[in-house]
């Protein structure tokens, strides 16, 4: 399967621990992207990558998320002293290009829970 | 504000009927628009798309229908399966800061009964 691979798919954690998601998107998408998924609604935009170029994050993006992708291919999120309110899907996305109609193609999503 | 909104959170249909699944879009500029389908626990899978010059598309059992006038669109599936038994998502690609995003509304959850 050469799709986009998202790992570990599920952790739980304790209030105020670091976690970290990886990210390995379609082969030769050159963009990435982030988004945030809570029950009974939609994904939200956190960020995205051209290549290895973080071009925009949300506000939604608080100072204890970081984003990465050093060499352009897999992307790390992560965050930092966790607060229960950060439990949700966190959902990665690739496409072959920033322009409208590059579809995006998402992975089967890191799932977190803070307790 | 500007969002994609669906009008229906929950959907029931009857195995073999069609399905209907509305999106309601405010953003004018916006000009691709896609489909997605989300079964629990998995991420969103790509349906169909449609660009803002078409006004319908056809894949296999599903029509997308696109009015720009009144900025809706509809997600039609044919004979429904079990398997379409899922949340729909529709997404609007939209050009912000210079770049595009996909915008997506809150989701419609298909039930197929047996």
């Known amino acids: 399967d050469t799709g986009v691979s998202q790992n570990p798919r599920h952790k739980i954690t304790k209030r105020g621990q670091n976690v970290t998601f990886r990210c390995d998107p379609i082969?030769?998408?050159?963009?990435l992207y982030w988004y945030r998924q809570t029950l009974g609604q939609g994904p939200e935009f956190l960020t995205y990558?051209?290549?290895?170029?973080?071009?925009?994050k949300s506000r939604l993006l608080s100072d204890r998320f970081s984003a990465e992708r050093p060499k352009g291919s897999f992307s790390t999120l992560e965050i930092q002293r966790t607060e229960q309110g950060d439990s949700a899907m966190y959902l990665c996305?690739?496409?072959?290009?920033?322009?409208?109609?590059?579809?995006?193609?998402f992975g089967e999503g890191s799932w977190l829970t803070v307790v | 504000g500007e969002s994609v909104g669906l009008h229906l959170p929950t959907l029931s249909v009857q195995e073999g009927d069609n399905s209907i699944i509305n999106c309601a879009y405010s953003?004018?500029?916006?000009?691709?628009f896609i489909w997605y389908k989300q079964e629990s626990g998995k991420g969103p899978q790509f349906i169909i798309d449609?660009?803002?010059?078409?006004d319908k598309r056809q894949g296999q059992r599903v029509t997308v229908l696109l009015n720009k006038t009144v900025k809706h669109l509809s997600l039609q599936i044919a004979a429904t399966q079990p398997g379409d038994s899922a949340v729909y998502f529709c997404?609007?690609?939209?050009?912000?800061?210079?770049?595009?995003?996909?915008?997506f509304g809150t989701g419609t959850r298909l039930k197929v009964l047996a």
């Open positions: 996305a690739s496409s072959d290009g920033p322009y409208s109609g590059n579809t995006i193609y």
């Open positions: 082969s030769e998408h050159n963009r």
């Open positions: 990558f051209q290549n290895e170029a973080q071009l925009e």
């Open positions: 953003n004018s500029a916006s000009d691709y």
């Open positions: 449609i660009r803002s010059n078409m």
């Open positions: 997404a609007e690609n939209r050009i912000t800061s210079g770049t595009y995003k996909y915008i």
